[in-house]
């Protein structure tokens, strides 16, 4: 390999496992143990993406998930992903990557056109123009829309698994470096229980890609033995690969684990990602720091990384991300990295500092030959989509606000850039924890706490290694101790070095030569440069969430990671304001962006939401039945038989109720057993109508309000004995209205002694309806089912088909029926030998839909009526209201708007050619040709053809519809084009008298 | 957010359904029913509820637990949770 | 106010746009002023843009706590509709499409309005019944509304699921005029509007009281002192429990918040706007490319413009239900916006039994679409002392008489409209 | 007669005896099967009133457990602690209406007694690895020190409504609404996949 970037040796990579991946098409080597960025770089790639909004050229800038530049899309067909930070990609065999948003390629890139004319697209151009003419807008914004975005989506469902995992512990310790080690393993000693979390593969943190010592062994070293230490113990639980994505209230934090990202393909039963939902008592934040760019003039040329990048590369992956280095630095810090990149044999041609005073660092590096220029900066930067040419570097002036002197240039082909550290405080944000700003090392570090955590190590600005490891041993005890572990102590530390990055020069904005216009850019995501953010102040937009907003300085995918605190110090500097005065704008979970697939885990396809199922299920199954769902419930639409049509399937179910016997499923509908010596008086303060003097082995229909008087739900309930009842509640509202008693009999009414329980699930309803019904039942049950012996609205308990059941005289269809009822287990073996014994009498099943048009037929009100706006009186109830008794809801319904004259009410429909069809959805109107808009009178809510009363029919709710009887108006549905004129009748369009089912 | 069942103990939140105000009682009934006061009381029974910023009462079901409602103090800004208690009990704590 | 223009944009552009100047002022509050708007939020602000340009009165004090249009507007999921069923909230609604359909223009704000359709859709017969319902409403009203079979929704919305899910889809109601607006730029382009025509928007200035005298408003106790005023509207959104407390008052409302979130931003891949009642989630494309989603309130009150995880994930998992392939999308940011969630589930623009004191309250979830109309209408009953026709049904006193306006039909429990 | 009848559970249709999920060393660490048939009745009482809980106690042989998350044994019946007034009695199946039946004979008019014995569906996991099979599933703290054995907790799985035990060291029972059994079934084994499972022949 001619081209590679490879060192001799070093690293902690597996150089004897070779892994072949793709980038666009070209096919490299990689080893164990890079990430896609090391491993590019290593194959000298440099142009990796293409930016937002210019197309500018773009490669690796950092070595971790701040990265802004270095995104791709990762992987392929279904599993294809955009936006992957190519720096946080465990490479595998086999990977294939390409670059994103550039077209045709990354680059010969046509939008890259957007860059010639910048000038005319800074921050917020969009706001300006493109309203004339007024009709283009939506053709200029689909071309807006195509050059934004970055990657693309799949195109198929994604075929991965994802799972949730639940946990509590005393202390989670986010973030494995030397703090997060050093705190987990003080809490563990003291026997609390710990998570810690780690984003990386390994733990280390700033660690693995240092030279460092910890004690008298190499700092991995030293990780290696204390991962081991804490793996060994129970108390412990190590999540590598593991982010801690959120931190709500109470100490709830979401973790997201990357169980199968660094593996080709996660297989079979392992998933794909982990979300974990912890609950801690207590939370130390070790989440380290993040080092900042400078902004100088073109630093965004593929080549212009974090120092801190170039060294972990050198020391974690054996990489030099170029042969020739300019080190660009207002700190410390950057001194120790040149050593390491001198070491890994990079050439350094210079180190730029813009300190006017040596210090100590300089030292050693001076010592090796480096020339170190201070009092300059790098104001500009040569290159182009093949990465770095050069630097041009200037002498500041005296007030270091000019540059000044005559221009170096330098050649280069990688320029590292470290404009100081930003602690990652974004947990400590999110937990609610206040910020301050401390000038003198230009960062922001937690203040107050809100929750229980604690921060320790460089998201504290700690930035020693040695006050590091002990900073984290003291949080870890304290977070055990307030966890309750009275002895927790810190264990000792080993002694290790503790520079830092001494005095730091800020220079939020390097300074260029008079009427040069460089591109300096702060948010390199986003592509918003130093220009949009003095433009965003000019205009007005001086919040700082204004100026974020205008420019969309840090709403990229880093959500600002390296971008925030440079964008809200140029912002002070133009304001003339300090920067605690500025503020920053708000850290919002998740701390890197989370896959969805990992937030749904399980619930995905047929599991978004369990499937319930009756006792007959299989029975229905093996009969052909269509399955509808209802609420969770799957019920049976209809039985279609071979050569029928749906609608002959269910025309056929529905004559054979009428003319034979049917049978239908109804487990679903809810079912509350109610015991207590104050059931009836509850039952009579739930119900508009009275229970009270309901006698034992009758049942009852019911109607129930809300307290602002509308309808909550209908239903029967049978008194089983003087203090036991049982309540039938609509399928669909059998939660709600079984929540409703609760908070009646726990908050209302707690003096009245009732226990409410579901039963739905204990019984197996079957309604058996139909002229032969009771000849049926007579041959499974000896038990007096007789007019006489069970009359029209009585239960009975019996033995039906060798089982214990109930069987109680109600009818839904209108039709001579009963409702058996027999304990769920026995459901099949019931059903299943009516349905045999009943053969000669013409039993059948039926489905939703024949009921539906029964229900329709008889006029019975289901959830269209009850729609939450129609009065108990709307719906024909008005006779039922009690007005001897207090009731849910009774106070309402005196209320004027309940007692005006036009208010819709339940009627019947009918076609009044008899041929057409009343619309479905339609409106009741009196002259369809009339002008829009229209007066409604009203509205269609159930509509069917009756093969009983051979006609088409419907319900409506009509204004005064109850006085207006034999009215013609037409039912209009524009959306359908369909029109029928139909005559107002009654609601009970089938045996209105009701002798079918009393006889 | 965790909520201490006063029988349960601490659970996570989707256990939960909030129930709204505790503090709003329902009004008994008149002992005249022409009582012109008593529309008004029963407007404010429906249709007001506290909703403070900062320390509120609120009733809490257990539903996905042991079914029992249940009285908390709870802070709507911070949604620090002060106490809870059974319905009969008083809560203590917040600064209310 | 120099005007916005492509040609604006290239002059300026030659000299490096250091010439731009601001959009508009801040100036120190003056004693009084004729009319207070309290809340600089969308409503606002459109309120003040409509009293200086329908009703001539200029002499007007945006007050806002914070900064401009940092409220719900800023948090909103932008989606613009009127497919409203009850008579009270449809022309009312439509009376905002139509102000929509010319505010980039009338404000010289491009504010991205896009007209790119907005779905329904229907996961049972029920919901079919309901919505065809709705739309023959909608279209007897005069307001566009179309019925799409799956076939049609697919085109639209390839990428979208509608067989091989829990709850398939059966059909949608669609109005193709409805869409999504770049939120920020609305109140931005009315900020800048109102302040050409004279208005004062005062920033970080908090309301923390009301003078009344003799049952008469007469100015506001703000962080920057008492400023005296002949006329005082509020909307302030999620805080309308707060401020009217400060008048004495109690209304029907509770303030619970309501997440949304965003995406990574990708290349087009949903070209209109998805809702889907019985998964509860709303899901749209934005100009930058995220896509932004939302669903439930977290059900609890809450004044945190922050919520819990548990909707979240709710959220999220009926969003890969729509749309499977962007389970392989990444979360990219979350937040919350409290919200005045009124106890029928529809706003209130109306006079207060306080003389002078007017109010715009109870959007529940739905206010940015009512912005202008809003705007418009509370514009109107400051200036007539008398409510317009169009919010003739939004009156303070219908809980009392029953005339509830209940969309969803749940009754009074906020958290459920 | 009666006991002629058998009683179909909720999972017949779907219920499959042997080795499933990922081939793990060691073979599978974790075992699920139904218990049934069981009689299961629902008590709700005032444990303050005497009447009550001394005949539940009675019934049962065992005192009601008064303590939030506990379990009462007496030989192969469980007394579960359900609410501040509620319990679930659980035993072999007695035959139908037995267990209820006894409790109401004893209760006399005090408290509700209902039979649920066919309303539950009631699924044992054990092994190394059924902790993790629950980790996944409830947010209840299942560490061992916590969730020891004669615990006894409500919370949600998958949405649905569960009451979950530990019997024993490493061994759970998932008690769902039968309607929900087989939905819960295909979750719990689906969970259990990536340890490798075995599924036993129902008992109760
Ligand atoms: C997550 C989310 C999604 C939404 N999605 C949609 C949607 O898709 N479509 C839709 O139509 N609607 C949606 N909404 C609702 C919509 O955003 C709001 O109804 C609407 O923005 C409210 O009006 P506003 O813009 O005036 O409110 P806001 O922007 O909240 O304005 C109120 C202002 O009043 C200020 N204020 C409060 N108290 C005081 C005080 N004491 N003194 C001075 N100022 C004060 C606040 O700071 C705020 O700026 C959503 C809301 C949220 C939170
Ligand atoms: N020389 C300097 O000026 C300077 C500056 C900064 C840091 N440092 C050095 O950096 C080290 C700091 O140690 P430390 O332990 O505080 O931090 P660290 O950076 O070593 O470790 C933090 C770890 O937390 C991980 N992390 C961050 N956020 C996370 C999240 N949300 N979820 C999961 N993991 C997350 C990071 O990936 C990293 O592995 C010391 O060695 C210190 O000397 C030096
Ligand atoms: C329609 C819409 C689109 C958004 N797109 C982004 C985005 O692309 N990137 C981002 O970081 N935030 C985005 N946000 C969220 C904002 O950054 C911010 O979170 C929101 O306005 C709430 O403000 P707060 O988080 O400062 O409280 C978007 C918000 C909305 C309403
Ligand atoms: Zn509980």
């Known amino acids: 390999m001619s081209r590679s970037y490879r060192t001799a040796e070093g690293g902690r990579i597996d150089r004897s496992k070779p892994l072949s991946f793709t980038f666009d098409d070209v096919r490299y080597t990689g080893f164990q143990g890079d990430t896609l960025a090391s491993a590019l770089l290593a194959n000298g790639v440099k142009l990796i993406a293409r930016s937002f909004k210019y197309h500018r050229p773009r490669g690796i800038m950092s070595a971790g998930p701040e990265e802004p530049c270095g995104m791709v899309q990762l992987r392929e067909g279904a599993r294809t992903e955009p936006n992957i930070r190519a720096t946080q990609v465990e490479l595998f065999d086999g990977l294939v990557a390409s670059s994103q948003n550039r077209w045709p390629s990354v680059k010969w890139d046509v939008n890259s056109i957007n860059n010639l004319f910048n000038r005319m697209l800074p921050a917020g151009f969009y706001y300006k123009t493109f309203m004339w003419p007024k009709a283009m807008w939506m053709t200029y914004e689909e071309v807006i829309r195509h050059a934004a975005g970055m990657g693309r989506s799949a195109d198929q469902p994604d075929p991965d698994r994802y799972e949730h995992m639940h946990a509590y512990c005393d202390v989670l310790v986010a973030g494995g470096g030397p703090a997060g080690l050093m705190a987990a393993k003080s809490a563990a000693d003291s026997g609390a229980r710990v998570i810690l979390v780690d984003e990386n593969p390994e733990l280390g943190g700033y660690l693995r890609g240092r030279n460092q010592k910890v004690g008298a062994k190499s700092a991995m070293d030293w990780v290696a033995s204390v991962h081991v230490e804490l793996e060994a113990m129970e108390n412990v639980t190590i999540l590598s690969r593991t982010t801690v994505a959120s931190y709500y209230d109470h100490n709830m934090l979401v973790l997201n684990e990357h169980t199968g990202d660094h593996l080709p393909t996660a297989d079979g039963w392992t998933p794909r990602q982990r979300n974990w939902k912890v609950w801690a008592k207590q939370v130390v934040l070790a989440t380290g720091s993040i080092e900042r760019p400078l902004v100088f003039g073109n630093n965004d040329v593929p080549g212009v990384m974090l120092t ?310 299989e029975w229905h199954k093996q009969a052909g039945a269509t399955f509808v769902p209802a609420g969770m419930w799957m019920r049976p639409q209809y039985y279609q038989q071979p050569g029928e049509s749906m609608w002959d399937a269910i025309y056929r179910e529905t004559l054979n109720v009428r003319t034979k016997v049917g049978m239908f499923d109804v487990s679903p509908l809810g079912k509350i057993d109610i015991q207590g010596p104050d059931s009836a008086e509850f039952l009579n303060r739930c119900y508009i109508n009275g229970f009270g003097k309901l006698p034992v082995g009758k049942c009852r229909y019911g109607v129930m309000l ?85 009359p029209f609205m009585g239960v009975a308990e019996v033995d039906i088909c060798g089982v214990p059941g109930r069987i109680y005289r109600i009818s839904f269809s209108g039709e001579l029926a009963y409702e058996v009822g027999v304990s769920s287990d026995w459901g099949p073996h019931v059903w ?57 809801g009774q106070r309402s319904i005196t209320k004027p708007a309940f007692l005006e004259t036009d208010r819709k009410q339940l009627t019947g429909l009918k076609s009044v050619d008899g041929k057409t069809k009343i619309p479905r959805g339609a409106q009741i109107v009196a002259d369809p040709k009339g002008r829009i808009p229209m007066e409604q009178l009203g509205e269609v809510t159930a509509n069917c053809y009756s093969p009983n009363l051979k006609e088409f029919i419907g319900l409506a709710i009509v204004k005064g519809a109850r006085d207006r009887k034999g009215d013609r108006l037409w039912a209009f549905s524009p959306l359908t084009k369909e029109c029928c004129e139909v005559e107002l009748c009654s609601p009970h369009m089938y045996d209105p008298e009701g002798e079918r089912l009393r006889g | 957010m965790l909520i201490k069942c006063p029988w349960c103990g601490d659970r996570a939140l989707q256990e939960f359904s909030y129930q709204g105000d505790a503090t709003v009682a329902r009004p008994p009934e008149p002992a005249d029913p022409a009582d012109a006061n008593w529309d008004d009381e029963w407007y404010q029974f429906v249709y007001l509820r506290d909703d403070p910023k900062g320390w509120h009462d609120e009733v809490w079901h257990h539903i996905q637990g042991c079914r029992k409602h249940f009285k908390a103090r709870r802070h709507t800004v911070t949604h620090v949770i002060a106490d809870t208690a059974p319905m009969s009990e008083e809560l203590k704590g917040g600064d209310k | 106010m120099k005007k916005y223009s492509v040609f604006s944009l290239a002059r300026n552009a030659l000299d490096y746009h250091e010439n731009w100047t601001e959009a ?169 509007a109102a302040d050409d025509r004279g208005v004062d928007m005062i920033q970080n200035c908090e309301v923390t009281g009301m003078r009344i005298e003799n049952g ?190 209940d969309e969803k039909g749940v009754g009074s429990t906020p958290n459920m409209h | 007669m009666v006991e002629m009848t058998e009683r179909v559970s909720a999972l017949a249709a779907i219920y499959e005896t042997g080795t499933f999920g990922n081939d793990v060393d060691g073979g599978p660490s974790v075992t699920l099967h ?59 199946d007695q035959g139908p209406g037995i267990l209820e039946a006894a409790l109401r004979d004893a209760c006399g008019e005090s408290g509700a007694i209902i039979d649920v014995s066919h309303g539950r569906t009631v699924i044992r996991l054990s092994g190394a690895h059924a902790r993790m099979v629950m980790m996944k599933g409830a947010p209840l703290d299942f560490h061992k020190s916590s969730f020891t054995p004669g615990r006894a907790a409500q919370s949600a799985i998958s949405q649905c409504g569960t009451l979950i035990t530990c019997p024993a060291e490493d061994t759970f029972d998932v008690y769902v609404f039968r309607g929900f059994g087989q939905h819960m079934w295909e979750w719990l084994t689906d969970a259990a996949g990536e340890f490798g499972y075995k599924v036993e022949n129902p008992v109760s």
């Open chain 1, 308 to 617: 801190n990048a170039i060294q972990a590369y050198a020391n974690q992956y054996g990489v030099t991300p170029g042969r020739n280095a300019v080190v660009f630095t207002n700190n410390d810090s950057a001194y120790e990295a040149v050593l390491d990149m001198h070491d890994a044999g990079m050439r350094i041609a210079a180190v730029v500092d813009n300190r006017t005073i040596e210090t100590a660092a300089t030292k050693p590096v001076r010592e090796r030959g480096i020339p170190v220029f201070h009092n300059h900066v790098v104001f500009n930067v040569r290159g182009n989509k093949h990465g770095v040419k050069g630097v041009e570097i200037m002498a500041l002036n005296e007030a270091g606000d000019h540059v000044a002197g005559s221009i170096i240039k330098m050649d280069c082909d990688v320029v590292g850039m470290s404009g100081g550290w930003t602690p990652t405080v974004h947990l400590f944000s999110q937990s609610r924890g206040k910020l301050r700003w401390m000038e003198d090392i230009t960062t922001f570090v937690p203040d107050v706490s809100f929750q229980q955590e604690r921060s320790a190590g460089a998201c504290k600005a700690t930035w020693g290694l040695n006050s590091c490891l002990k900073e984290g041993a003291k949080a870890g005890a304290e977070a055990a101790k307030a966890a309750g572990f009275d002895t927790a102590k810190p264990v000792s530390s080993p002694k290790s070095s503790d520079d830092g990055m001494g005095e730091i020069r800020a220079m939020w904005r390097v300074p260029q030569p008079p009427h040069s216009h460089l591109k300096r850019f702060v948010d390199f995501q986003d592509d918003v440069a130093a220009s949009d953010v003095e433009l965003a102040i000019r205009e007005g937009y001086t919040s700082i969430e204004h100026t974020k907003r205008y420019t969309t300085l840090g709403m990229g995918t880093d959500q600002g990671k390296t971008s925030n605190v440079n964008g809200l110090a140029i912002v002070s500097e133009e304001l003339d304001k300090p920067i605690p005065e500025v503020g920053h704008t708000t850290f919002r979970p998740p701390y890197t962006a989370v896959t969805m697939g990992a937030i749904t885990g399980t619930e995905r396809g047929h599991h978004f939401s369990p499937t319930r199922r009756s006792a007959l299920h």
């Open chain 1, 706 to 790: 809300r307290e602002d008087g509308m309808v909550f739900d209908d239903g029967t309930t049978s008194r089983l004995s003087e203090n036991h009842f049982m309540m039938t509640t609509t399928t669909a509202k059998a939660g709600p209205v079984l929540q409703h008693l609760e908070y009646l009999l726990d908050v209302i009414w707690p003096e009245l002694n009732v226990h409410v329980v579901s039963v739905t699930e204990e019984w197996c309803g079957m309604a058996v309806a139909g002229p032969n019904s009771r000849e049926l039942l007579a041959r499974c049950t000896d038990a007096d089912i007789s007019n006489e012996g069970l």
């Open chain 1, 832 to 888: 299943s030998t009516l349905m045999e014994k009943g053969q000669d009498l013409g039993v059948a099943p039926y489905g939703t839909e024949a009921m539906s048009i029964m229900r329709i037929e008889k006029g019975h009100v289901v959830g269209a009526e009850l729609n939450g706006r129609t009065t108990a009186d709307d719906l024909g109830f008005g006779g039922m209201t009690s007005t001897k008794k207090a009731f849910i």
């Open chain 3, 24 to 192: 508009w002022r801040s100036p120190e509050p003056k004693p009084e002023y004729d009319v207070i708007i309290v809340g600089g939020g969308g409503h606002g602000l459109a309120t003040a843009y409509y009293l200086a340009k329908e009703h001539g009165i200029t002499n007007v004090a945006v007050i806002e706590k914070g900064w401009l249009g940092g409220g719900n507007v800023a948090r909103n999921t932008t989606i613009v509709r009127s497919n409203y069923q009850l008579e009270g909230n449809a022309f009312f609604y439509e009376k905002g499409m139509d102000l929509w359909r010319s505010m980039s223009q009338d404000l010289n704000y491009n504010v991205m309005f896009s007209s790119r359709g907005v779905i329904n859709l229907a996961h049972n017969d029920a919901q079919v019944d309901a919505f065809q319902r709705r739309g023959n409403t909608m279209r007897l009203n005069g307001i566009d509304a179309e019925w799409l079979t799956v076939a049609e929704i697919k085109k639209r919305a390839p990428l979208l699921n509608t067989e091989n899910m829990r709850y398939p889809v059966y059909g949608g109601l669609c109005q193709p005029k409805g869409g999504t607006a770049r939120h920020d730029a609305v109140a931005w382009g009315y900020a800048r």
């Open chain 4, 34 to 92: 139904e218990r049934r048939p069981l009689s299961i009745v629902h008590i709700a009482g005032n444990s303050d009133d005497q009447a009550f809980a001394g005949g539940v106690g009675k019934a049962c042989g065992c005192a009601l457990p008064i303590e939030p998350g506990t379990i009462a044994t007496a030989g192969e019946l469980s007394l579960i602690w359900l609410a501040p007034t509620r319990w679930l009695a659980v035993s072999p």
């Open chain 3, 216 to 405: 008469k408003i007469l100015g506001v106790e703000t962080t920057k002192g008492f400023i005296g005023a002949k006329k005082v509207g509020v909307a302030v959104a999620g805080h309308s429990s707060q401020v009217f407390q400060m008048a004495g008052m109690r209304l029907p409302m509770e303030t619970h918040v309501l997440q949304a979130m965003v995406s990574e931003p990708i290349k087009p891949a949903l070209d209109t706007v998805i809702t889907s009642g019985a998964a509860h989630c709303y899901i749209s494309q934005s100009d930058k490319g995220e896509m932004v989603f939302g669903g439930d309130i977290d059900f609890y009150n809450s004044y945190a413009q922050r919520g819990n995880y548990p909707i979240i994930e709710h959220v999220v998992t009926a969003m890969c239900e729509l749309f499977p392939a962007f389970s392989r999308l990444r979360l990219m940011r979350t937040w919350g916006g409290v919200m005045d969630m009124s106890m029928d589930g529809t706003p209130i623009i109306d006079k207060t039994p306080i003389d002078s004191l007017y109010i715009n309250a109870g959007w529940c979830y739905g206010g940015f679409k009512a912005t202008p109309a809003s705007g418009w209408c509370f514009a109107h009953t400051i200036a007539q002392d008398q409510p317009h026709d169009l919010n003739s049904a939004f009156r303070l006193n219908r809980f009392e008489t029953g005339h509830t306006l």
